[in-house]
């Protein structure tokens, strides 16, 4: 099979190419010049079937080689149109999202060509690769810093500055004895601090009763639910930081607390940045169903101190 070479428009699916395709030939494109670490890179598949035909799309691409390089970001978008000769073109949009610079190769796709409940044939497409730019700034490694400088001058005093720290020293001391004979007197209370699971779950209880997905803002209402489990992680782990990819905080997970709890974290992460990134289409049932999911998983999640009775957090936050 050949790959024509092709331009897409993806809000209308069309691709416009050098030449006429012959029927059961398989045409691949991909949007964007520029690609950055982190882009949503749409890849699109076209062919031509005869009557009586269907394919049958992926719902993802197969994608080879380490995960934290390449994943897909979104399942397989479709459309069919009749030609003017009666046969049928068939347009499949993926979207795919690069984490490491430099080249990217996807492999080929085999899809199947249905006639009927049979396999009439297999077709092979071979997707097009990709340069994938860095959002660092260039190298600086050259840049020799300028020399230094005196900031008070060639001429001071040293016992003018340390006469003046230690006056400040006293007056902090003063300040110091002063709030705590009056802390003594008025019997404050101290209220300790909230522990990261009931501080998480009330932030999952606040992104639903906010009204988001009665508005249908599931954008803000994912963000909230993924920013609550990521500061718990944060929180009760500092090397599972807010900072890392999904793949990379999912990776630690797997790591540290095994292979159980990052498989029931991963759907749940998952759907929530195809809807931030991807741009997923999703209702009131599916966005209840994740928000369920991600709150049963932070009450019973047990790591380091959290490992105590599984219900008493849960029980107070309730």
């Known amino acids: 099979m050949r790959t024509a070479a092709c331009r897409l428009a993806v809000p209308a699916l069309v691709l416009a190419c050098s030449g006429p395709a012959s029927a059961q030939e398989i045409r691949s494109a991909m949007v964007g010049d520029t690609i950055l670490v982190g882009d949503v890179v749409p890849v699109a598949l076209r062919t031509t079937l005869e009557r009586g035909q ?3 799309w992926p719902d993802t691409l197969p994608l080879g080689g380490p995960a934290a390089e390449l994943e897909n970001a979104a399942r397989v978008r479709t459309r069919l149109d009749t030609l003017a000769d009666g046969r049928l073109e068939a347009t499949a949009v993926y979207a795919v999202t690069p984490w490491r610079p430099g080249e990217v190769s996807l492999p080929d796709v085999e899809i199947p060509v249905v006639a009927g409940d049979e396999v009439a044939r297999t077709l092979t497409a071979t997707l ?12 600086t490694a050259g840049i020799e810093p300028r020399p230094t400088k005196g900031v008070i001058g060639g001429n001071w005093s040293l016992w003018p ?19 705590r004979r009056r802390r003594g007197r008025a ?16 932030a999952l209880d606040e992104a639903r009763e906010a009204g988001l997905v009665e508005r249908g803002e599931m954008k803000e209402f994912y963000t909230r639910v993924s920013v609550a489990i990521r500061e718990y992680l944060g929180a009760i782990e500092p090397t599972w930081g807010e900072d890392r990819t999904t793949t990379e905080l999912l990776a630690a997970v797997r790591a540290v607390a ?6 029931d974290l991963e759907p749940i992460l998952r ?25 049963s998983w932070v009450a019973g999640f047990r790591w380091g101190d959290e490992a105590g009775p599984a219900g008493a957090d849960v029980e107070e936050a309730a």
């Open 258 to 263: 095994g292979p159980r709890a990052a498989a």
């Open 187 to 202: 019997g404050v209370t101290v209220i300790p601090a909230v522990p990261p699971r009931r501080a998480a779950l009330a």
């Open 161 to 179: 500055i340390l006469l003046a720290v230690l006056a400040l020293l006293l007056l902090v001391a003063a300040v110091i004895w002063w709030l």
């Open 54 to 56: 269907r394919i049958a």
């Open 128 to 139: 097009p690769g990709f340069n994938v730019a860095s959002v660092l700034p260039a190298d």
């Open 271 to 295: 759907s929530a940045d195809q809807v931030k990134f991807a741009r997923r289409e999703t209702d009131a049932a599916m966005a209840d169903r994740d928000w369920e999911a991600a709150r």
